[in-house]
């Protein structure tokens, strides 16, 4: 029998990135279309086809996909819908899995959000390989979260567990965050909060620092952690100010499930010690008393760029959702 | 083939409670023992062995259990072991399930929380029949929890998960916790809590209330709830205070596992709508909006007096631990 593959696919704000990955989990050949571009999902989907078709034939591969695994902002596991996703164009509810199927004639596709995604692909090829209680953090533009328990990946009663970006962390006088509220983890800790905190602390304190040369407005995550590695005390602080919160909210989910690892994805995963030192600390400190010293805090070992793609291509293994088509237009395809 | 039966005992610190339960939840016949005066653990295991079997006997059971499960505080369902119990005077770690499995000829036996128990208990014959995801909040002296996601209780790396009584819900002056920690759910919402908030609201308040009539260090619980029936404001207050800072935590926790339910169990539980308004109004503005709607509040269908032993009896059907007798014991029982 030839190898066998599957595809997994990342579909992000700007672009989609797509990958042929063997059964070791090596990606074999990647490629990526614009997601942005598209205002028509059809028209995206087509693209998607051409591409994806392209890359399986010039490997190849045209018997041997398995199955499709995408990873999606707020992609929904069990209806196989992008529901109200903040980033892209094609309204309040895509068909994704039931599109993508059809158009590579009824192979089965599961679809999941991007940090279930990255969670399985670390379960599978990464930190938490082996591991059947953890949870996977992503810091990015905002803060992500892939729960797993007893092996798989929880989902929840509607498709939409996991969203530890969003447990509240400041009760009182909390920053607005995104999700329409206040006090959110992701409002402090993700890299826009990162920024925010800079902004803050600029602005309340008045010792020196290396960010006052920068436009104030324009302060990413990156220009803190560069000005904390030049040794500026007030970047340092941003970090310190992060990690605390991260290590305070890290000791409450213990309480819920108590994993093995917790396991730390995305730009400011990469922050190093800046970063997971107050983080440490704080979470040893905070921690219930009976899980004190159990919970490993770590950082993926995926490539960033590889992770998403792998994490997806894992779940294909595993894709039930299959397009049936129609009668009529089976005929239509015998008759073409 | 003769009708099977399951036992299930519930530990308390106070009163041990043991029944004989048929496959479809009715306790056949229930007695117990006192926890508390057995000093020495064997006398305990002596005593409860002797209780049961006298039971079982008297309902001509002899031949038909098929498990025992048992609700312990502090019990671990991986290890069999009871760790650390407040409550309990037997040492830092109880080897339960060895000790009764062998005191009942080898019979399989699974341990778990008292609140744990409860979970099951409500999925196998409560409120949370049919559901695949809920939690089970208990309010009783502590605030407990036991985690369904997919079915299944959520034990976590260590047997330990689902402490939810212990999620930080005050990060600044927030009161001390039995646990060591400040600020728990556990020092504000157990029935100990709402006694201590009674305390503090009459002191810093100056209003005339029912509860000044009595001593302040004395006041329970149930004084608040009466005193709120009977229509005095301060006692209302607290239960509003109480029910805020739940459905506080409730949020969090949907957006952790988005479960189908969280159902009440334990004293507090039964405080209706003083409780519940509050609660359940905070609760909705505090979700995120993704799952708006979507998890009920429901109280425990079960009788508290039933409902410890129905649960632990529910794991019995499928407890795996055996005492497996060394051989040379086994011989000797021959002998006998």
Redesign the interface.
Known sequence: MSKPYVVGIDIGGTNTVFGIVDARGHVVAADSVKTKKHVDFDDYINDLHEGLSRLIKANDAEDQIQGIGIGAPNANYYTGEI??PPNLPWGPIIPLAEKVSKAFGGIPVAITNDANAAAVGEMTYGAARGM??FIMITLGTGVGSG?V??G?L???????????G??????NNGRVCG???TGCLEAYCSATGVARTAREFLEIRNEPSLLRNLDIEDITSKDVYDAAMAGDRLAKDIFTFTGTILG?AF???V??????AIVLFGGLAKSGELLLKPLKETFEK?V????AG??KILISELKESDAAVLGASALGWEARYRYEAPRAEKIDEVAE
């Open positions: 529901i109200n059947k209680d729960i328990i007893n798989q929880v989902y929840g009663s509607d498709g939409f567990a996991g969203e530890l969003h447990v509240i962390m400041k009760r999700c329409g509220r305070e000791a409450d989910m309480a819920f499930s108590s994993p093995q905070s219930m008393p009976v899980f159990k919970t």
